[in-house]
């Protein structure tokens, strides 16, 4: 019988006797459960699932019941539950996830609220704290109304990535029903703030690294590769994706017909995981950021802020469906409708998914998913280690399926510019690539900058020979110039 109640209870304490002098070594568990995912105290068996009985169940259950109420704040649900097991009497608390969150245990002049850490229940730290609060609030961090007006920001990253997507314009409008300003007082809300191009929050900001080796300490020279964006999530999205392709060699074989390409990691998995690490972040922490950490083995994307849920996601069986609760549903509904992600909360399956696809791929590299309190990482692991290369030819950069392209990225890698400049050219190519128009107010948009810093972008680029002049368009409109640039680099 106590098998089959423990294998119900999510998750379980267990106690040989009622503590009544010293109700806290139970209560806190109490208070962990109501504030995470609930769970069952088993009063009369020991950690070692071994059943002992309790002497006076019935004073023990009225103990139960009365210290709760005196020492919760405010009081959870719970259900105690009398069982006879091995011919000896034991209860069962069980207390489910509470909905006015947080609760306290009070008592000897303290005040604490208390979350479950695997089979621990720990003090909530400030930032898991202020979410319970904001939970118990029915409110969440982004839906917030901050401190700025809206009228000292402009959203440009967002006015282009909705245009590409929708083909329409962005109505000023949309700024309140998109839930990024409130309306009446014209304030952003942490949202709007997150998306705005000069985000101001000090914590949003995303550290890319390309590590020597398979550890961050790789001999004599530790990075191969690094850089720190801050700014709208949409560029942070759009310039962390731009560092992994940069940092993603390809693999390839010829057959009879065709070319076969072997990434090491599938981009549309590094996409999605990099979209849930910035919109599913924890934004309470201070002095926090996302990580996208690139080693020779694998890719690591960190991100602040566990399971809304307070479970682990180690723990979780993946190949089920996982009931997600959104940390930020504004910014999660604003990326949705860019065509970021979808609202069904379908990220991690699609990132196995998309990882089962490619050539290379085989069980011993699927995704790895771990989380904490603090933390959530997703853990890609490169397709292409250690595998043979007797049958196989390495591209020098990307893969040279498109002449064209590698000729480009040629061009602008050996541009007299620095490694700024070339990132934001290289952004700007695989935004429009041969066929799109483009001007000035276009390349702001996309990269974030002022129009003063676009023009020089452009001047660069046209001194280079990389992108020509086009008539009929309007005035200061460009293209890359595909033949040209070809017959330069080839």
């Not at 723990?315 to 009931?323: A, F, G, Q, T």
């Not at 900058?449 to 008539?471: F, R, V, Y």
Request: include cysteine; hydrophobic fraction near 40%.
């Amino acid at each position: 019988m106590l098998s089959i109640l423990i294998a119900e209870a999510t998750v379980c304490d267990f106690k040989e006797a009622l503590e009544v002098k010293k109700p806290k070594s139970w209560l806190k568990s109490v208070s962990a459960f109501a504030n995470t995912s609930g769970g069952t105290l088993f009063f009369g068996v020991d950690n070692a699932h071994n059943v002992v009985g309790l002497a006076d169940p019935q004073k023990d259950a009225e103990d139960i019941s009365r210290l709760i109420k005196e020492r919760i704040s405010p009081i959870p649900r719970f259900i105690l539950t009398p069982e006879i097991d091995e011919g000896k009497p034991i209860l069962l608390l069980s207390v489910p996830k509470g909905t006015h969150t947080p609760y306290y245990y009070k008592a000897d002049g303290i005040r604490e609220a208390y979350i479950r850490l695997g089979d621990e229940s720990i003090v909530a730290p400030d930032h898991i704290l202020h979410e319970l609060i904001l939970d118990g609030m029915n409110e969440s961090f982004d839906s917030l109304v901050s401190k700025y007006d809206a009228k000292d920001f402009a959203f440009s990253s967002l006015r282009a990535r909705y245009r590409k997507w929708t083909g329409k314009s962005f109505d000023d409008s949309f700024l309140v029903s998109f839930g990024l300003v409130e309306e009446g007082t014209n304030k952003l809300t942490n949202a709007g703030v997150l998306i705005a191009d000069d985000c101001p929050l000090r914590q949003s900001r995303l550290f890319c690294v390309r590590w020597n080796g398979l550890t961050k300490a790789g001999g004599l020279v530790d990075a191969i590769d690094s850089a720190e964006y801050t700014g709208s999530l949409i560029l942070l999205l759009a310039n962390g994706m731009n560092f992994i392709k940069q940092n993603n060699r390809m693999m390839w074989k010829k057959t009879p017909t065709s070319r076969i390409e072997m990434p090491e990691y599938a981009e549309r998995s590094c996409l999605e995981a990099l979209t849930n690490a910035l919109i599913h972040r924890s934004y309470l922490e201070l002095g926090s950021e996302v990580h996208v950490d690139i080693f020779d083995d694998r890719l690591e994307i960190t991100s602040p802020g566990g399971m809304v849920s307070g479970k682990n996601i180690q723990d979780l069986d993946l190949s089920k469906s996982i009931i997600s609760k959104r940390r930020n549903p504004v910014l999660a509904d604003v990326f949705a409708r860019l065509g970021y992600m979808e609202r069904q909360g379908s990220g991690i399956k699609k990132i196995i998914e998309n990882y089962e696809t490619e050539p290379n791929y085989s069980a011993e590299l699927k995704p790895e998913f771990f989380s904490d309190s603090s933390q959530f990482t997703v853990i890609l692991k490169n397709l292409n280690y250690g595998k043979s290369i007797e049958k196989l030819a390495i591209a020098s950069e990307k893969l040279a399926v498109e002449p064209q392209k590698v000729a480009i990225e040629d061009a602008i890698n050996s541009m007299k510019a620095n490694k700024n400049t070339k990132s934001k050219a290289l952004m700007l190519f695989r935004e429009f690539g041969y066929e799109g128009i483009f001007g000035r107010q276009d390349v702001a948009s996309l990269t974030g900058e002022s129009q003063t810093a676009a023009g020089g972008l452009i001047t660069k680029l046209k001194e280079s020979g990389i992108i020509n002049l086009i008539e009929g368009y309007g005035k200061g409109k460009y293209r890359f110039s595909e033949n040209q640039v070809y017959q330069q680099t080839k």
